[in-house]
Every structure is written in structure tokens, then in C-alpha cells.
T-cell receptor
Framework: DAKTTQPNSMESNEEEPVHLPCNHS???????IHWYRQLPSQGPEYVIH???SNVNNRMASLAIAEDRKSSTLILHRATLRDAAVYYC????????????FGQGTELSVKP | EADIYQTPRYLVIGTGKKITLECSQT?????MYWYQQDPGMELHLIHY???????EKGDLSSESTVSRIRTEHFPLTLESARPSHTSQYLC?????????????FGQGTRLTVV
């Protein structure tokens, strides 16, 4: 399984964009990059995933570097409800890959 | 709305008792997972199943065992509970392929062994 490096914590102001980085330099060519988040006292929830090209959904955008060794989760306008731990998970998902969570980035959002 | 259910939500039990934590999903997902998480700490994968009759250990060694006799059901059993087993246990499921790979998590079971 590929190793990931994420900042332990980040701060953002409400209604400002947030860029959450993740380094995954040992990622294999067929690993997808998944992002999950865990709100306080809840189980994790899916945010977004991608393979090579950038991806957008209603929650966030995922920017993947051309060499795939890093990616950035973008929250376009942070809200207080976005305060959570964000996990970046490379996984050979379509061929039986497991979801292995690392330490993640704890995002706090200030009003 | 995720259709994955865990019971019980909370369990306080004495040392040495046998316990089974239930996890069921109605989405027809092939993959199911059990995670263990202490307050403020990382989620650790303790069991994983690719499908019926297929289970393997996760990255954290656990004294618990699992079974997958039916697609929708993935129970976790501790033969003899100890205080060190006190933790939160989270079950999840996901589909296969590249499109519907989102994992859904249950509400968790908070286990306390006294």
C-alpha cells in the first residue's frame, strides 16, 4: 500500500477556499486516490476520488499532479460544518484494494 | 442515505464474556470492512472481506474474528472480552469496480469491557 504524507492540521476561515495537500510518492500506476473525511463523533464519509485527471463533485474538487505523486483536495468555500479530519487514501480499489486510513489532516474552520 | 447498520450502538460487558458485533448492509456490496478507533486516534483496519467466504486480517492485529456467510452480513466476534478491547468499532461496505467505489460507514459500536 502506498504511503501518504499530510499536514497534521490546518486552519481556514469560513467562506474561504481551502487546499488540503497530500503526498503519495510511492503510489502505483493503478491506485486511485480517495479522500474521506470524519466529522467529530461520526464515522468517515466519502468525499471524492480520482485516477489521473482532476475531478469535481458537489462537495469538493480533486487536483491530481501530472506525475500523480501528490494531490490536493479543494473545498471552494469552507463552512463550519467542514471542520473534520480529512484522509487521503491511495488504493487499488477496483481490484480488491483496501481502504487504509492514515493520520489525516485535522481542518478547523473559524467563523 | 447509507443502508448499513451496526448493532448494538453501545455495549458494556464484563471481562471474559463472548460478544458479537453485528453489521448488515442492504446495498449488495461485495466488500466489507471492520475498523477499530480509539478516541482522537487513527482508524485501524482489523478485518476485510472481498465477498462471501472471503476474509482477511487488516493492518492492525486483532483478537477478534469475522465471518462472511452472506453478502449482507459481516459479524465480528470476540470469544473472551478483555478491557484492552474497549474501543469503537466501525463497519463499512463498498461496491467493486471503478464507478461505485464509495464506502459507506455504519454508526459504530462503542464497546466497554469492565
Amino acid at each position: 500500500d502506498a504511503k501518504t504524507t499530510q499536514p497534521n492540521s490546518m486552519e481556514s476561515n469560513e467562506e474561504e477556499p481551502v487546499h488540503l495537500p497530500c503526498n503519495h510518492s510511492t503510489i502505483s500506476g493503478t491506485d486511485y486516490i480517495h479522500w474521506y473525511r470524519q466529522l467529530p463523533s461520526q464515522g468517515p464519509e466519502y468525499v471524492i476520488h480520482g485516477l489521473t485527471s482532476n475531478v469535481n463533485n458537489r462537495m469538493a474538487s480533486l487536483a491530481i499532479a501530472e506525475d500523480r505523486k501528490s494531490s490536493t483536495l479543494i473545498l471552494h468555500r469552507a463552512t463550519l460544518r467542514d471542520a473534520a479530519v480529512y484522509y487521503c487514501i491511495p488504493s487499488l480499489y477496483n481490484q480488491g484494494g483496501k481502504l487504509i486510513f492514515g493520520q489525516g489532516t485535522e481542518l478547523s474552520v473559524k467563523p | 442515505e447509507a443502508d448499513i447498520y451496526q448493532t448494538p450502538r453501545y455495549l458494556v460487558i464484563g471481562t471474559g464474556k463472548k460478544i458479537t458485533l453485528e453489521c448488515s448492509q442492504t446495498m449488495g456490496h461485495d466488500k466489507m470492512y471492520w475498523y477499530q478507533q480509539d478516541p482522537g486516534m487513527e482508524l485501524h483496519l482489523i478485518h476485510y472481506s472481498y465477498g462471501v467466504n472471503s476474509t482477511e486480517k487488516g493492518d492492525l492485529s486483532s483478537e477478534s474474528t469475522v465471518s462472511r456467510i452472506r453478502t449482507e452480513h459481516f459479524p465480528l466476534t470476540l470469544e473472551s472480552a478483555r478491557p484492552s478491547h474497549t474501543s469503537q468499532y466501525l463497519c463499512a461496505s463498498s461496491g467493486s469496480g471503478t464507478v461505485n467505489t464509495e464506502a459507506f460507514f455504519g454508526q459504530g459500536t462503542r464497546l466497554t469491557v469492565v
